[in-house]
């Protein structure tokens, strides 16, 4: 019984645990502001997990490539964060919940491909 106490209190101990954050990634089309159905996947799967936890806050951040337009570009993210907080929205997720927040274009990219992004995270407020 005694080994059995110390074994059963570290059990009890990590199920307490929190996971660290996961980020959700929806890629979009160059120069595009339209949700593809592996987006909108993500977008689906990221609203259900929010409304198992609905004391966190859900941010989402949105990234676009430094073109030759910086305000075109800037757009652009703002447009990519505000669609994919509209989806969640219409998922389910409360308005007040949603956190937004458009990221400057950037030329230190890892690739074209990461640069068309909105990166979606649920967090604690």
Do not use: W
Not at 46 to 53: F, L, P
Not at 90 to 103: A, E, L, M, W
């Amino acid at each position: 019984m005694r080994r059995l106490l110390p074994v059963l209190g570290l059990s009890l101990l990590a199920g307490c645990a929190t996971q660290p954050a996961r980020k959700y990634v929806v890629f979009f089309a160059n120069n595009s502001v339209e949700l593809d159905s592996s987006s909108r996947a993500v977008i689906s799967e990221i609203s259900a997990k929010a409304q198992r936890h609905p004391s966190r806050v859900v941010q989402i951040e949105g990234y676009a490539g430094a073109g030759q337009d910086l305000s075109a570009d800037s757009l652009l993210a703002v447009q990519r964060a505000k669609l994919v907080a509209e989806q969640l929205h219409q998922d389910g997720v409360s308005g007040d919940r949603i956190r937004q927040t458009p990221r400057a274009p950037s030329t230190t990219e890892a690739s074209a491909v990461g640069s068309r992004r909105v990166e979606i995270e649920l967090v604690n407020p």
